[in-house]
């Protein structure tokens, strides 16, 4: 039994109802930026290291919640855990990005896959259970996924890639062998969202970062199905609770009426699209979520809180806006900046209700 | 006096007129996918050294022409030759990007900048003026120039960046500072593009490479403002002939409406966007030019067939398009890839002109 949740706004307005302020999360919040977490790393020696380790992920997680008042908590782990259960052997070498020892590039490869064990995820859900005890209720906790077509990316790439040359070669020439690992990675990621449910997950964010670079008509075929049969085999609730689900998908906006046809509660948005404009698309169907451009927080804290107020304004005073990023925070983030964007979130969306005498 | 055209397809294509098939060009087409381009480069010795000697400029501009029936030639040169005349230093090191010696990232530097004499990019006019004259009337001869804001984007990383830290830093931070570096690049690139017109392009295309970067709101302010002056300054005409002009905004589907309204006879667009749905939304008013995934390259020659067919019967049987890649071609690509496309691009497009009983 877990304690009652203190501060629900984040699940309201994914559910599209009113909120006193808008809810207000970071993705990557716990992350390299910060001082205490680089310290945490650094005792914890590697990444994977950090992520395996239920005590160093759940310290981790919670450490932006010390330093500010963010309205939601995300596991702390990464998105390639899945396919690192499934045998490829994910690391993680300091400042590069991630890598597999082994590739999926050729029909051999593809036939050995398989839907992993959830066994060998067991410290990602042991984390998800000890983050909601440490919380104790002051926020609610976020679980999450690679989507099955990012996931792919970088387990044909075995690594990030600048082209897709590798992963979109496969996906031209060898159609069949694509679908057949998008259709395990799909039944991988639901069972992998299902078990952090069951762990204590109170919303579940799907990270389609790689959707974006598919063209149209691939992006339908290649991404958007598979998330779709993700979101088909997800619990929708737990405990007596309701489960929403968030879809983000980097790149997205010019798919934004197909994406927000999804059985999701929520849709991440990255900085390219307007709010206003997003939002008379998809009206109160789903709650939006993003979507400051990162590198705003470069910018002094006035300028933060234009930027931040610019957001707020262009979704305008109704239920279902939770604010965040376009994308992860960046490292070379000023810690002092996220608190006076968090004020500013907090503070002018308050203010607009008002106005709109709410 | 230059010859007079044999093939105006591109031409009239970008007019809106009907033409017989659609023209087809690809960016990049003078590149290292091809092995006569890697031994003229050897013999040059280094990419500047090829693209600031008027022969070997010529020579690779019109290699992609002697091994495919394309529709249009495109001057051999860089982006970047406009701050490199600014002084900033432009290099390539092999298997690299560009890289400038000098950054212009405070006010200092910002107080430096100036429009560049046109004498230094005199090798660029005169390449212009030895290509048309090579080219002997077969196609028409583009010329090109980045965009404002994606000068400015190397301008101040100093290079390829993968987060645009260091530019939106100045750009949210000191947007005075900003708005200075893009009225000075926009005010070279007119004068630049101008001085390839008068030389023999005989039409000209502005690369915002990097404007899908941006916020919505700092793409208008930043990129969208700045390519709009550059228009206003460009010739119309020139020996008697108009001189379309296309603007391409990599990851620009989502403001399509915005940069169909610029004073611009063609827009490039990348490959996300369905060309079926961009027609649909700028009618007559503007040409496409796209949008083919350069990965397809790597599929079969069948399954390049029935991809560039499926670019094709997106747009439909209308005048206006030019089938092009959705970005340069990579330099992994089998050159074989190209005739198999070429050709497709060329029979489906005659068939439907038929089917359509145009």
Partial sequence: MFAPLQNDTFLRALRRQPTEHTPVWLMRQ?????????????????????????DYATEVTLQPLERYPLDAAILFSDILTVPDAMGLGLSFALGEGPKFAKVVRDEAAVAELAVPDMDKLRYVFDAVTSIRNALNGRVPL????????TLACYMVEGGGSDDYRRVKSLMYSRPDLMHRILAINADSVAAYLNAQIEAGAQAVMIFDSWGGVLADGAF????????????????????GAQIPRIVFTKGGGIWLDEIADLDTDGIGLDWTMDLGKARERVGHKVALQGNLDP????????????????????????????????????????????????????????????????
């Avoid at 680089?38 to 239920?54: E, I, Q, V």
């Avoid at 992860?328 to 008002?354: C, D, K, N, W, Y």
């Fill in 30 to 54: 716990a992350g390299r930026y910060l001082p205490e977490y680089r310290a945490t790393r650094a005792t914890a020696g590697s990444f994977m290291g950090l992520a395996t380790n239920t």
């Fill in 142 to 149: 976020i679980g999450f996924s690679g989507s099955p077509w």
């Fill in 220 to 239: 339908q075929e290649f991404s958007l199905a598979y998330t779709r049969r993700v979101l088909a085999q997800l619990k929708r609730e737990h405990d």
């Fill in 295 to 358: 590198n705003v927080l470069f910018a002094s804290p006035e300028q933060i809180d234009a930027q931040a107020c610019r957001v707020l304004d262009r979704f305008g005073a109704h239920p279902g806006h939770i604010f965040n990023l376009g994308h992860g925070i960046s490292q070379f983030t000023p810690p002092e900046s996220v608190t006076a964007l968090v004020e500013a979130v907090h503070r002018h969306s308050r203010a607009m209700r008002m106005d709109a005498s709410f």
